[in-house]
């Protein structure tokens, strides 16, 4: 009985072992095998240089430079985490030390990272503090050499869910794939110590740099258009704005400056409101600036012509049971069309639409990028819909062509007014003029479209737009000596259901030369407060940088 006993514990003792090893060996064998592998061999990765982001003369807008982790191996700390943090603080701009002793002060961990991507100053200020424990990693940063004078435009690079940099918004965003280049590898053998083998394998596979961008942007008309956008919403006590400056006949993007920014290097300081870039994210009802799109679109379609006279302008018109008045509470009787643009007459431009009708006037919004993305290479643009085709009554018809009840973003303004300006052909805003590499340039061709609207149209609404800038309610800010085709915008605010009765949106477009245009640009003012009009406020802004822009691009007056 006893000898039965033995056997039987023998054989349980023999059936544990087996099933034992096969738990480590067969179960938990290549988790074994990589933690062994861990001891005698260094895996690392090699990050890819990201690519800069040039200006049309190929200097640095964004470029890439050395930074440093902060880092502490908590054992080999001689100083208290108090003391450590005292020294700390001062050179890294915090006001205490709470954070640091907070993080020195941890259990369970013999590492912690103590403050990302320092420069080599402060790098060097901390060093000589001589704390030990403290060490330093190389990494990379992005350097900005505008701060935020081009923040919304270039868009930022911060951490993705993995850790790893990411680029957002703006031109970071829309070609971080682009601009991030491929990551390399390494790997080495190790002794007991942990050192790596002179004689061991090693491995590499280098890593390669991100593509730059060099864009159409020029830094001297961007820094321009930044300092007298800053300087006109001080000077009209306006809440922000916003400029475009774009090349009519291609498409290429020379300057876009709103106003509140952030630095797009210490991004995180900033609320993310901020992140998003006015110029191709902000929708707002237009105004009058829209009354040249929809002149343009009944003057193509032949429904009235520059001599057609309004016979409804005399007074107030009525429309269902409201009554859409003038801007001023002036009326023109027989007014000619192109009496209405100049006088910036709603009840002339309600004559218009109705001409045109609702399917028609939908069609040609359509035509001109109204409610659908422009497809500007940055990241974050969006579009307001236009009410769908068919559902349009005769109060939308009638608000929507001196555009009220109506949103655009001041990209799709500006697309849509550069049709006009390079004699009536779609064209795609663009950022970004070519891609290089090391040893090679690939340029990115402009996008002309189809012809939307007539030459015959385009030659009539420009001049339109001319007397408009001559004899209009800006009159007073037009630079004799050149010739501009512009109009003015003042727009209400929609709020809750109903319009702002103290706040506008005042805004100015327009071109030149009005026969051979350079540029076309837009400008916007958030609610100024000196003066609700934009002939008092955007439109002497908008000449402001057209004198700067008439130098840059070097042109002439006319006599």
């Known amino acids: 009985m006893k000898i039965k006993f033995l056997t039987l514990g023998f054989l349980a003792i023999f059936l544990l072992v087996i099933a034992r090893l096969f738990y480590w060996q067969i179960i938990k064998g290549k988790d074994l095998a990589k933690d062994a592998l861990k001891q005698y061999e260094y895996n690392n990765t090699v990050s890819a240089p990201r690519g800069n982001i040039l200006a049309s003369d190929g200097s640095w807008l964004v470029s890439q430079t050395d930074a440093y982790l902060v880092y502490a191996e908590l054992p080999k700390l001689t ?44 790098k060097d200020s901390l060093t000589k503090l001589n704390i030990d424990g403290l060490g330093f990693q190389k990494v990379e940063d992005r350097f900005y050499t505008e701060a935020s004078s081009s923040a919304q435009l270039l868009g930022f690079v911060g951490k993705d869910a993995q850790g790893e940099d990411t680029g957002y918004f703006g031109l970071e965003g829309y070609y971080d794939l682009t601009l991030s280049g491929k990551p390399g590898f390494s790997q080495s053998e190790l002794d007991a110590q942990g050192n790596p083998l002179v004689i061991g394998d090693s491995r590499e596979v280098s890593a390669i740099g991100g593509i730059d961008l060099l864009t159409h942007v020029d830094k001297s008309i961007q820094l321009m258009a930044e300092q007298k956008l800053q300087e006109g919403i001080n000077k009209y006590e306006a809440s922000g704005g916003s400029v475009i400056i774009m090349n009519p006949k291609s498409g290429a993007v020379m300057a876009m400056s709103s106003y509140p920014s952030y630095d797009p290097r210490t991004y995180y300081d900033f609320s993310t409101e901020l992140f998003k870039n006015p110029a191709i994210s902000f929708t707002f009802e237009p105004g009058s600036i829209f009354k040249i799109v929809v002149m343009a679109s009944a003057l193509d379609a032949g429904v009235v012509k520059p001599d057609t006279v309004c016979d409804v302008c005399a007074g107030p018109f009525k429309v269902d049971k409201y009554y859409i008045d003038t801007w001023n509470n002036k009326y023109n009787p027989n007014s000619t069309m192109e009496d209405v643009i100049v006088h910036s007459d709603n009840v002339g431009m309600a004559f218009v639409s109705q001409k045109m009708g609702a399917d028609m006037l939908y069609d040609y919004l359509d035509k001109f990028g109204i409610g659908k993305l422009t497809g500007i290479d940055l990241q974050g643009e969006v579009t307001p819909k236009l009410r769908e085709r068919g559902t349009w009554n005769v109060v939308d018809l009638a608000t929507a062509s001196f555009g009220q009840g109506i949103a655009v973003t001041p990209i799709q303004m500006t697309k849509a007014v550069s049709i006009i300006a390079n004699g009536g052909f779609e064209v795609t805003p663009q950022v970004v003029a070519s891609l290089k590499g090391d040893t090679w340039e690939s340029d990115i061709k402009p996008k002309i479209g189809k012809r939307i609207v007539s030459d015959q149209a385009v030659k009539e609404i420009t001049a339109m737009m001319v007397d408009a800038a001559k004899n209009g309610e800006a009159k007073w800010t037009y630079i004799n000596g050149f010739n501009i085709a512009g109009k003015t915008g003042t ?13 506008t949106m005042a805004s100015y477009i327009g071109f030149a030369p009005a026969d051979d245009p350079k540029f076309v640009m837009l400008v916007i003012l958030n609610e100024p407060k000196s003066s609700i009009w934009a002939s008092e406020t955007a439109a002497p802004l908008w000449y402001d940088i057209a004198r700067q822009l008439f130098v840059f691009l070097g042109v002439q007056p006319e006599n």
Do not use: C, F
């Open 491 to 503: 727009a209400q605010i929609p709020i809750a259901g109903h319009y702002d009765a103290t706040n």
């Open 79 to 122: 100083k208290t985490p108090r003391e450590i943090a005292n020294l700390m603080a001062p050179i890294l701009n915090e006001d205490n030390g709470d954070r640091i002793a907070g993080l020195l002060s941890k259990k369970d961990v013999v590492w912690v990272a103590i403050k990302q991507k320092v420069t080599p100053e402060i």
